[in-house]
């Protein structure tokens, strides 16, 4: 399978005008990290984050703690547990790191949090890779 980005990524596609064109940051051997702003347009209920939205950019930071370090994985299995709701124009911030790097599939977790450091939600991963 051939994997191509053409920058229309929901979550991180810098072409996509209605995306949230978040920047991914490595951080040490196996971690990612990224933060994410979310205006009233990211809202489900009245000032409340959609939960669909902080789970996209929990799968983004799990993949990317892959693809940013050479190994080229898609999404097989993914799991997200949401703690506590997230509130617009609080700024969130993700973390993703790898767990284990198989043969054939790469094991990740994830996490976001408040600038106190609250976890709003937490979750884990099984990347398939398609590239070996």
Excluded at 44 to 50: E, L, M, Q, R
Excluded at 61 to 89: D, H, Q, S, Y
């Amino acid at each position: 399978m051939e994997l191509v980005d053409d920058q229309h990524c929901f979550v991180c596609g810098k072409k996509n005008a209605i995306g949230l064109q978040l920047d991914f940051e490595l951080v040490g051997e196996a971690e990612v990290r990224t933060t994410f702003l979310p205006t009233k347009q990211y809202q489900g209920f009245k000032d409340i984050v959609h939960g669909g939205v902080i789970a996209a950019v929990l799968d983004e930071v799990m993949v990317n703690g892959a693809w940013l370090r050479g190994i080229r994985a898609v999404t097989g299995k993914f799991e997200v547990r949401l703690k506590r709701p997230a509130t617009v124009g609080e700024r969130l911030y993700f973390t993703g790191k790898i767990v284990r790097d198989g043969d054939r599939t790469v094991e990740t977790e994830g996490q976001a949090t408040t600038s106190d450091g609250v976890i709003v939600a937490q979750a884990s991963g099984l990347l398939v890779k398609v590239d070996r």
